[in-house]
């Protein structure tokens, strides 16, 4: 998680904002949209199973086009992935991530 704050931060200049986010989205200072993404992430992460086509009718309701959706999903699903691998392998973070 610490790597992909120091990514965010490099992205959007604000250490606050970012330790916000960070610590938990749901009560971050994020838009409308950015909230939705937010959680539409959590949900797609914790229970995918449950997902509706609500779902992405809420995010074009903030401006995402299909292959905004694509993209998100894909992204969602990729770290999703590779997480799993990193815990179920035992990969150690990087020491300059410890903080």
């Not at 604000?14 to 994020?30: K, M």
């Not at 838009?31 to 937010?38: E, T």
């Not at 229970?47 to 903030?62: F, I, K, Q």
Request: net charge negative; glycine share 6%; aromatic share 6%.
């Amino acid at each position: 998680m610490r790597a992909h704050a120091d990514d965010l931060q490099l992205e959007v200049g604000d250490r606050a904002w970012v330790d916000a986010v960070a610590a938990d989205f749901h009560t971050a200072p994020l838009s409308p949209r950015q909230s939705a993404i937010c959680r539409y992430s959590e949900k797609l992460t914790l229970t995918p199973s449950a997902m509706t086509a609500g779902d992405l009718d809420e995010l074009r309701a903030h401006g995402l086009a299909d292959p905004d959706l694509l993209d998100l999903v894909q992204v969602v699903a990729f770290f999703n992935s590779i997480n799993r691998v990193v815990d179920a392998l035992g990969v150690p973070d990087e020491p300059e991530w410890k903080g």
